[in-house]
């Protein structure tokens, strides 16, 4: 499986994670010249802009390690751009999910860092 097309489902497994936790998705994959935000979300009062991060395991890293402090800046300056566009009273923060393939290759563990960065 390629690397887009498994992005894609390690996005969807995140969405999915996200709602069954009562989240609204309002976005997937918003773009501009800045970066991209995988999943922008609303919950209690709060606005998540959320990036997934899938890998096959942690022996080398933890998922969220790989969302260093460039990573962070585009996603920051993206955000902003979002809030510019989309008026809202809502508290907005900076989540990070973790999704780990199983042995079969399919979607294993799920972890969600709230307050990421």
């Not at 995140?14 to 800045?34: D, G, H, I, Q, W």
């Not at 997934?52 to 993206?78: M, P």
């Not at 009273?89 to 860092?113: A, K, M, S, T």
Request: charged content about 25%; glycine content about 6%.
């Amino acid at each position: 499986m390629n690397t887009k097309l498994k992005g894609a489902m390690g996005e969807a497994a995140a969405a999915e994670f996200l709602r069954k936790k009562n989240y609204r998705v309002l976005s997937m994959n918003y773009r501009t010249r800045y970066g991209e935000i995988d999943i922008i979300a609303t919950c209690k009062g709060q606005l998540a802009f959320v990036e997934v991060k899938l890998r096959r395991s942690r022996n080398f890293a933890e998922a969220f390690e790989y969302v260093d402090k460039r990573k962070q800046t585009k996603i920051r300056l993206t955000a902003e751009l979002w809030l510019s566009e989309n008026e809202t009273n809502l508290q907005p923060r900076f989540d990070v999910i973790e999704v780990y393939l199983g042995y079969n290759g399919q979607i294993g563990q799920i972890n969600h860092i709230i307050n990421a960065f």
